[in-house]
């Protein structure tokens, strides 16, 4: 699973170069940022939160969430 962090970083990268310049840079970070701090918070039960541990699907679901700002984007 040490392979995960490079993926997941070529992903943002990916979805940096296609998105951001169609929405903005400050709503692709604004956006980004809070779904991958929402999963952290969420994974450590942060701020009294419920722990719920960020699995594959879950961080599937974020990669989806933000491929779909880029969808929103694009059409």
């Known amino acids: ?3 995960t962090g490079g993926a997941l970083g ?3 990268v990916l979805a940096t170069v ?7 840079a400050a709503v692709f970070m604004g956006v980004t940022v809070a779904i991958v701090v929402s ?3 969420d994974h450590f ?3 009294g ?3 719920h541990k960020a699995g594959l699907a879950r961080v599937a679901g974020g990669v989806l969430m ?3 700002l880029g ?3 694009k059409y």
């Open 10 to 12: 070529a992903v943002y």
């Open 71 to 73: 969808l929103i984007a």
């Open 49 to 51: 939160f419920a722990v």
């Open 66 to 68: 933000i491929a779909g």
């Open 39 to 41: 999963l952290a918070m």
């Open 18 to 24: 296609l998105v951001a310049d169609k929405v903005g």
């Open 45 to 47: 039960g942060l701020l």
């Open 1 to 3: 699973m040490g392979w």
